[in-house]
């Protein structure tokens, strides 16, 4: 079935450095969402990226979505201890819309 | 804002007993699903539901597992009989332009 890999696993940062995680698959996606999960809690939707290249902006968060519509990224500038949680990138698959999920990153932020 | 809502938070059941997760799901949305997460582990599907009848299930989604929309709000996935190894966080979703999550349901089998 479809597959997304997502790295790293886990980044340490300290406040106000950048970080950046990867989503790939092997596979054209038709759409690419992107949650954030703080510690103990839900996956939170933060967006969903669907035109070929596509770049969307949240405040300090870039969301880019590939060329070729098989890898995305996610970079926060500047990190906040706020930023803190684990990251997911969901690939909708099918007609139901059901999410293929990532491992996801889990960013700490050292103050 | 509305939101997806899932009772009970916390569920602790013995091996072999039966469990019914609750939700809620965000009223005029459509389309409706039911997500495990194993302990520091990814999200995974188990079912989506769609005119209330299952559209897609995974693998995981196996004869023990079943889900009802037994009136027009609520949504139920139901264990019948648990094993440790179901012990996970239930997530209950339901699709806008994304998915919107409840806050989960922990299951501890013991």
């Known amino acids: 079935g479809q597959q997304v890999m997502q790295i790293p696993q886990y980044q340490h940062v300290q406040e106000g450095e950048d970080f950046t995680t990867y989503c790939n698959s092997s596979t054209t996606l038709s759409n690419i969402q992107w949650y954030k999960q703080r510690p103990g809690g839900h996956p939170v939707f933060l967006i969903q990226?669907?035109?070929?290249?596509e770049v969307k902006k949240q405040k300090r968060l870039t969301f880019q979505f590939g060329e070729a519509k098989k890898n995305s990224s996610l970079h926060i500038t500047a990190t906040q201890t706020t930023d803190v949680g684990t990251y997911f990138c969901?690939?909708?698959?099918?007609?139901?819309?059901?999410?293929?999920f990532g491992q996801g990153t889990t960013l700490q932020v050292k103050p | 804002e509305p939101e997806v809502t899932q009772t009970p938070s916390h569920q602790v059941t013995q091996m072999g007993q039966e469990v019914i997760l609750r939700c809620v799901p965000i009223s005029n949305h459509l389309y409706f699903y039911w997500y495990r997460q194993i302990l520091g582990q990814k999200v995974e599907f188990l079912v989506s539901?769609?005119?209330?009848?299952?559209?897609?299930k995974s693998e995981i989604f196996d004869d023990q597992f079943s889900v009802e929309r037994p009136d027009g709000s609520n949504f139920t996935l139901k264990i019948r009989s648990t094993k440790l190894e179901d012990s996970a966080m239930y997530f209950c979703?339901?699709?806008?332009?994304?998915?919107?999550f409840g806050q989960g349901t922990r299951l501890t089998v013991v």
């Open positions: 979703a339901s699709r806008g332009s994304g998915a919107f």
């Open positions: 969901a690939a909708a698959s099918g007609n139901t819309g059901k999410l293929i």
């Open positions: 990226l669907v035109k070929s290249g």
């Open positions: 539901f769609y005119n209330n009848e299952i559209s897609e």
